[in-house]
């Protein structure tokens, strides 16, 4: 627990992909997966079985803790996510390829 909260304190814990620049400037957290390494360099898309788009235009510190938990859960969780190639991107959001990534596990 020591670690993570050290991590936090440091922005050293990704709370995001992306975040847009209004986002940033208001932002206390702005460490972000795609800062810290992106496979898409490396020629793959990493995708999530479930997905973890918040998809809210409520601002994050009106969002309940519970939601929040259980968002940052999904999107650190190594068993939700799995990558196809770059040139296949588009296949990692359809949902038959996801239920047979699912079904493979």
């Excluded at 993570?4 to 400037?25: G, H, L, N």
């Excluded at 992106?38 to 999530?48: D, E, T």
């Amino acid at each position: 627990m020591h670690d993570i909260k050290s991590m936090f304190a440091e922005d050293a814990i990704p709370v995001a992909m992306i975040q847009k620049t209004a986002e940033r400037a208001s932002a206390k957290q702005r460490c972000t997966l795609s800062r810290q390494f992106s496979v898409n360099h490396h020629g793959w898309k990493l995708a999530h079985i479930q997905q973890i788009g918040l998809n809210e235009r409520t601002s994050i510190a009106e969002l309940p803790m519970e939601r929040l938990v259980s968002h940052f859960r999904a999107l650190m969780l190594p068993s939700n996510v799995f990558v196809v190639p770059l040139a296949w991107a588009g296949m990692a959001e359809v949902e038959p390829v996801i239920q047979a990534i699912v079904a493979s596990s």
